[in-house]
């Protein structure tokens, strides 16, 4: 079945930094998404992007689907402690919860 | 506030034991889903449900049951046949389909079911 590898599996920065993460799959998608998951809570939206070469940004969060279809990157500015957590991307070929891939996630630790 | 409440946060199972997972919503979704977390793992999913009174398995259902007899409310059991439960377990629901708002591909989760066993 599809498969996204997101990578890297974990950063670890100092306060202020810039993060940048991707997510690549051997399939296309129609749609990518990325969400945030805080230490024991549940992942919440944080960017859609629904065609390739969009560029969306969510305050200090941009993200952008890449041209082939195959890829997403999002990018994290000036970063806060805050930002701790996992962000994972999700894409779908088709509209429809159940037919959401995600990834591993990436575990971001930011040092104040 | 809308939203999605999972109960409990945490749980305890022995060996042998069913136990259910509480999911409800006040969103008006018709789509709910069950997931497992695994630390390292991307979020797999367990069953999903369209709408009332309709379920269909996802990619990890063995071992597991769900029913869906009110739009607001989709338990998950984790039955003793699921010899591997440890995980973060959570419910998601999304719009309806043809909404035009583009919103029917967005999952809404909860906040977790972390399930271990005794």
């Known amino acids: 079945g599809q498969q996204l590898n997101q990578s890297p599996q974990s950063m670890f920065i100092q306060e202020g930094e810039d993060v940048s993460m991707n997510c690549t799959s051997s399939s296309i998608f129609n749609t990518w998404l990325w969400y945030k998951q805080d230490p024991g809570e549940g992942p919440v939206l944080l960017i859609a992007?629904?065609?390739?070469?969009e560029l969306t940004s969510n305050g200090r969060l941009t993200a952008q689907f890449g041209i082939t279809r195959k890829d997403s990157f999002l990018n994290i500015s000036a970063s806060i402690p805050s930002d701790v957590g996992i962000y994972f991307c999700?894409?779908?070929?088709?509209?429809?919860?159940?037919?959401?891939?995600f990834g591993a996630g990436t575990r971001l630790f930011v040092k104040a | 506030d809308g939203g999605i409440t999972q109960s409990p946060k945490y749980l305890f199972r022995k060996e042998g034991q069913n136990v259910t997972l509480s999911c409800e919503q006040n969103?008006?979704?018709?789509?709910m889903y069950w997931y497992r977390q695994d630390p390292g793992q991307g979020l797999r999913l367990i069953y999903y449900s369209q709408i009332v009174n309709d379920f269909q398995k996802g990619d990890i259902a063995e071992g597991y049951s769900v029913s869906r007899e009110k739009k607001e409310s989709f338990p998950l059991t984790v039955t003793s046949a699921q010899k591997n439960p440890t995980a973060f377990y959570l419910c998601?629901?999304?719009?309806?389909?043809?909404?035009?708002?583009?919103?029917?591909?967005?999952?809404?989760f909860g906040s977790g079911t972390q399930l271990s066993v005794l």
């Open positions: 999700a894409g779908q070929l088709e509209t429809g919860g159940f037919k959401t891939i």
């Open positions: 992007l629904y065609k390739a070469g």
């Open positions: 998601a629901s999304s719009p309806p389909a043809g909404t035009g708002s583009s919103t029917n591909e967005k999952l809404f």
């Open positions: 969103l008006n979704h018709d789509a």
